[in-house]
Protein backbone atom coordinates (compact mmCIF):
# COMPACT_ATOMS: atom_id res chain seq x y z
CA UNK A 1 0.00 0.00 0.00
CA UNK A 2 1.05 3.49 -0.75
CA UNK A 3 2.23 5.96 1.79
CA UNK A 4 1.25 9.76 1.88
CA UNK A 5 2.78 11.48 -0.73
CA UNK A 6 4.24 14.58 -0.51
CA UNK A 7 5.99 17.29 -2.44
CA UNK A 8 8.13 18.72 -2.53
CA UNK A 9 10.75 17.64 0.11
CA UNK A 10 12.48 20.80 1.08
CA UNK A 11 12.20 24.64 -0.44
CA UNK A 12 13.80 27.73 0.39
CA UNK A 13 12.52 31.13 -0.11
CA UNK A 14 12.74 34.91 1.07
CA UNK A 15 9.90 36.67 3.20
CA UNK A 16 6.98 38.32 1.21
CA UNK A 17 7.54 35.14 -1.55
CA UNK A 18 4.89 32.55 -2.09
CA UNK A 19 4.68 28.88 -1.87
CA UNK A 20 2.66 26.06 -2.11
CA UNK A 21 2.84 22.46 -0.91
CA UNK A 22 0.79 19.47 -2.40
CA UNK A 23 -0.29 16.10 -0.14
CA UNK A 24 -1.80 12.61 -1.78
CA UNK A 25 -3.41 10.79 0.83
CA UNK A 26 -3.52 6.94 1.21
CA UNK A 27 -6.22 5.25 -1.12
CA UNK A 28 -9.59 5.49 0.52
CA UNK A 29 -8.49 7.82 3.32
CA UNK A 30 -11.40 10.03 3.82
CA UNK A 31 -9.74 12.44 6.61
CA UNK A 32 -6.31 14.45 5.64
CA UNK A 33 -4.62 16.53 7.56
CA UNK A 34 -1.78 19.81 7.54
CA UNK A 35 -0.15 20.21 10.52
CA UNK A 36 3.07 22.60 11.13
CA UNK A 37 6.35 21.56 13.02
CA UNK A 38 8.88 24.08 14.20
CA UNK A 39 12.06 22.63 15.00
CA UNK A 40 11.81 21.30 18.72
CA UNK A 41 8.31 21.57 18.96
CA UNK A 42 5.34 18.94 18.39
CA UNK A 43 3.15 18.75 15.17
CA UNK A 44 0.61 21.57 15.51
CA UNK A 45 -2.74 20.94 13.68
CA UNK A 46 -3.66 23.87 10.63
CA UNK A 47 -6.22 22.18 8.80
CA UNK A 48 -8.19 19.10 8.99
CA UNK A 49 -10.36 17.81 5.89
CA UNK A 50 -12.88 15.50 6.01
CA UNK A 51 -13.50 14.41 2.02
CA UNK A 52 -13.52 18.27 0.47
CA UNK A 53 -14.76 19.71 3.72
CA UNK A 54 -13.06 21.91 6.16
CA UNK A 55 -13.17 20.43 9.98
CA UNK A 56 -11.24 22.44 11.60
CA UNK A 57 -8.89 25.33 9.86
CA UNK A 58 -9.00 27.70 13.84
CA UNK A 59 -5.33 27.26 13.78
CA UNK A 60 -4.61 28.66 10.32
CA UNK A 61 -3.54 31.47 9.95
CA UNK A 62 -5.79 32.57 7.33
CA UNK A 63 -4.27 36.05 6.70
CA UNK A 64 -1.67 34.00 4.53
CA UNK A 65 -2.60 30.19 4.77
CA UNK A 66 -4.60 28.76 2.36
CA UNK A 67 -6.12 25.00 2.07
CA UNK A 68 -8.08 22.92 -0.23
CA UNK A 69 -8.73 19.50 -1.43
CA UNK A 70 -10.88 19.15 -4.05
CA UNK A 71 -12.11 16.33 -5.49
CA UNK A 72 -11.76 15.05 -1.84
CA UNK A 73 -8.75 13.57 -2.93
CA UNK A 74 -5.52 15.33 -2.65
CA UNK A 75 -4.52 18.17 -1.37
CA UNK A 76 -2.21 22.20 -1.36
CA UNK A 77 -1.40 24.45 1.29
CA UNK A 78 -0.53 27.15 0.11
CA UNK A 79 1.88 30.61 2.29
CA UNK A 80 1.49 33.84 0.71
CA UNK A 81 3.10 35.80 1.83
CA UNK A 82 5.74 33.96 3.55
CA UNK A 83 7.37 35.31 7.03
CA UNK A 84 10.37 34.08 8.56
CA UNK A 85 8.80 32.50 11.07
CA UNK A 86 7.17 30.54 8.85
CA UNK A 87 10.01 28.26 8.63
CA UNK A 88 9.46 24.68 9.57
CA UNK A 89 8.21 21.24 8.57
CA UNK A 90 4.88 21.18 6.81
CA UNK A 91 3.28 17.76 7.67
CA UNK A 92 0.31 16.24 5.44
CA UNK A 93 -1.99 12.73 7.30
CA UNK A 94 -4.12 10.85 6.39
CA UNK A 95 -6.73 8.26 8.19
CA UNK A 96 -9.77 6.27 7.27
CA UNK A 97 -11.83 7.41 10.63
CA UNK A 98 -14.08 4.29 10.76
CA UNK A 99 -15.73 3.13 13.10
CA UNK A 100 -13.91 0.90 15.15
CA UNK A 101 -10.62 1.73 14.10
CA UNK A 102 -8.00 2.87 16.48
CA UNK A 103 -7.85 6.27 14.78
CA UNK A 104 -4.30 5.99 13.39
CA UNK A 105 -2.72 8.79 11.62
CA UNK A 106 -0.12 7.69 8.50
CA UNK A 107 2.35 10.50 8.08
CA UNK A 108 4.13 12.09 4.59
CA UNK A 109 7.81 12.62 5.11
CA UNK A 110 6.91 16.23 5.27
CA UNK A 111 7.85 19.20 3.55
CA UNK A 112 10.86 20.96 4.68
CA UNK A 113 10.34 25.69 4.41
CA UNK A 114 13.17 27.73 5.04
CA UNK A 115 12.12 31.22 4.81
CA UNK A 116 15.02 33.85 4.39
CA UNK B 1 -7.66 23.99 26.10
CA UNK B 2 -6.36 20.38 25.48
CA UNK B 3 -2.39 20.16 26.59
CA UNK B 4 -0.03 17.64 26.33
CA UNK B 5 3.51 17.75 28.16
CA UNK B 6 6.71 15.88 27.82
CA UNK B 7 9.91 15.76 29.23
CA UNK B 8 12.48 17.25 26.65
CA UNK B 9 15.16 14.84 26.88
CA UNK B 10 16.54 10.94 28.38
CA UNK B 11 19.68 9.64 28.18
CA UNK B 12 20.33 5.83 28.47
CA UNK B 13 22.34 2.95 27.62
CA UNK B 14 22.11 0.19 25.45
CA UNK B 15 20.35 -2.39 26.58
CA UNK B 16 19.29 -0.68 29.96
CA UNK B 17 14.85 0.16 30.38
CA UNK B 18 13.59 3.53 28.91
CA UNK B 19 10.96 5.27 30.30
CA UNK B 20 9.04 8.58 28.43
CA UNK B 21 6.44 10.51 30.48
CA UNK B 22 3.11 11.98 29.16
CA UNK B 23 1.09 14.08 30.81
CA UNK B 24 -2.42 15.29 29.22
CA UNK B 25 -5.64 17.44 30.47
CA UNK B 26 -8.56 16.08 28.21
CA UNK B 27 -10.79 14.21 30.24
CA UNK B 28 -12.35 13.19 26.90
CA UNK B 29 -9.52 11.60 25.82
CA UNK B 30 -10.52 8.56 23.64
CA UNK B 31 -6.99 7.15 22.34
CA UNK B 32 -3.70 7.97 23.14
CA UNK B 33 -0.37 7.14 21.06
CA UNK B 34 3.18 6.91 21.37
CA UNK B 35 4.86 8.44 17.40
CA UNK B 36 8.80 7.54 17.31
CA UNK B 37 10.08 10.76 14.66
CA UNK B 38 13.87 10.00 12.95
CA UNK B 39 15.69 12.25 11.78
CA UNK B 40 14.42 14.12 8.15
CA UNK B 41 11.47 11.43 8.33
CA UNK B 42 8.23 11.60 9.28
CA UNK B 43 6.27 10.39 12.40
CA UNK B 44 5.46 6.58 12.71
CA UNK B 45 3.25 5.35 14.69
CA UNK B 46 4.51 2.80 16.85
CA UNK B 47 1.66 1.99 19.16
CA UNK B 48 -1.68 3.18 20.99
CA UNK B 49 -4.09 2.30 23.87
CA UNK B 50 -7.49 2.99 24.64
CA UNK B 51 -8.67 5.22 27.21
CA UNK B 52 -10.72 2.24 29.29
CA UNK B 53 -6.75 0.08 29.21
CA UNK B 54 -4.70 0.20 32.19
CA UNK B 55 -1.70 -0.88 30.14
CA UNK B 56 -0.69 -2.56 26.99
CA UNK B 57 2.41 -4.68 25.93
CA UNK B 58 3.33 -4.94 22.46
CA UNK B 59 7.35 -6.64 22.62
CA UNK B 60 9.88 -4.67 23.59
CA UNK B 61 7.14 -1.81 24.42
CA UNK B 62 4.68 -1.27 27.28
CA UNK B 63 2.21 1.59 27.58
CA UNK B 64 0.80 2.52 30.91
CA UNK B 65 -2.26 4.77 30.85
CA UNK B 66 -3.22 6.30 34.76
CA UNK B 67 -6.48 8.14 33.55
CA UNK B 68 -7.44 9.36 37.06
CA UNK B 69 -3.48 11.42 36.76
CA UNK B 70 -3.96 12.02 33.26
CA UNK B 71 -0.46 10.17 32.90
CA UNK B 72 0.85 8.29 29.99
CA UNK B 73 4.02 6.25 29.74
CA UNK B 74 6.20 4.50 27.97
CA UNK B 75 8.42 1.91 28.55
CA UNK B 76 11.13 0.70 25.81
CA UNK B 77 12.70 -2.05 27.14
CA UNK B 78 16.67 -3.75 26.43
CA UNK B 79 17.30 -0.18 24.43
CA UNK B 80 19.17 -0.52 21.81
CA UNK B 81 21.31 2.36 19.67
CA UNK B 82 18.42 2.29 16.39
CA UNK B 83 15.83 3.14 19.32
CA UNK B 84 17.41 6.85 19.23
CA UNK B 85 14.83 9.16 17.87
CA UNK B 86 12.39 11.89 18.95
CA UNK B 87 9.12 9.96 20.62
CA UNK B 88 5.69 11.99 20.55
CA UNK B 89 3.05 11.69 22.96
CA UNK B 90 -0.56 12.40 21.18
CA UNK B 91 -3.74 12.73 22.47
CA UNK B 92 -7.13 11.95 20.49
CA UNK B 93 -9.90 14.40 21.84
CA UNK B 94 -13.50 12.48 22.35
CA UNK B 95 -15.19 15.95 22.14
CA UNK B 96 -13.69 17.54 19.32
CA UNK B 97 -11.72 15.08 16.85
CA UNK B 98 -8.25 16.82 17.14
CA UNK B 99 -5.01 15.05 17.70
CA UNK B 100 -2.73 16.97 19.75
CA UNK B 101 1.04 16.18 19.98
CA UNK B 102 3.44 16.78 23.12
CA UNK B 103 6.53 18.69 22.00
CA UNK B 104 8.68 15.36 21.62
CA UNK B 105 10.91 13.50 23.94
CA UNK B 106 14.45 13.15 22.04
CA UNK B 107 15.77 9.43 23.70
CA UNK B 108 20.04 9.35 23.20
CA UNK B 109 21.02 5.71 23.32
CA UNK B 110 25.04 5.49 24.48
CA UNK B 111 27.01 2.46 23.46
Known amino acids: EAGVAQSPRYKIIEKRQSVAFWCNPISGHATLYWYQQILGQGPKLLIQ????????DSQLPKDRFSAERLKGVDSTLKIQPAKLEDSAVYLC??????????????FGEGSRLTVL | GEDVEQSLFLSVREGDSSVINCTYT??????LYWYKQEPGAGLQLLTY?????DMKQDQRLTVLLNKKDKHLSLRIADTQTGDSAIYFCAVLSGNTGKLIFGQGTTLQVKP
Open chain 2, 26 to 31: DSSSTY
Open chain 2, 49 to 53: IFSNM
Open chain 1, 49 to 56: FQNNGVVD
Open chain 1, 93 to 106: ASSSRLAGDNGELF
